[in-house]
Nanobody, 121 residues
Framework: QVQLVESGGGLVQAGGSLRLSCAAS????????MAWFRRFPGTQRELVAL???????NYADSVKGRFTISRDNAKNTVYLQMNSLKPEDTAVYYC???????????????WGQGTQVTVSS
């Protein structure tokens, strides 16, 4: 059973920083892309940043230059360093892992439970 365990959320003042971590465990197959999504109240999850197994990254325009995604493949852990936080970054942040292929050649998405990030003005 694959589990993604997130940590590092909390309350911070505008302009401050937080670092989110997400450790994946229980996978018998390769962990390909890892990513962070966020969800604002009443909306769907949106991509914040992703990183491939080879280290290529992609960011939402709203966080470019402020957030940095990284991963430690040996630990199956992905990080999100969030700097210069703004009140509009307030959301629940979710870790995502795209895992496969399994013995049937299939890939699957797995999600963490979410961690609240609140930025006060």
């Amino acid at each position: 059973q694959v589990q993604l365990v997130e940590s590092g959320g909390g309350l911070v003042q505008a302009g401050g920083s937080l670092r989110l971590s997400c450790a994946a465990s229980g996978s018998r197959f390769d962990i390909n892309r890892m990513a962070w999504f966020r969800r604002f109240p009443g909306t769907q999850r949106e991509l914040v940043a992703l990183i491939t197994s080879g280290g290529s990254t992609n960011y939402a325009d709203s966080v470019k230059g402020r957030f940095t995604i990284s991963r430690d493949n040996a630990k199956n852990t992905v990080y999100l360093q969030m700097n210069s936080l703004k009140p509009e970054d307030t959301a629940v942040y979710y870790c995502n892992a795209f895992i496969g292929p399994n013995s049937r050649g299939s890939y699957y998405d797995y999600w963490g439970q979410g961690t609240q990030v609140t930025v006060s003005s």
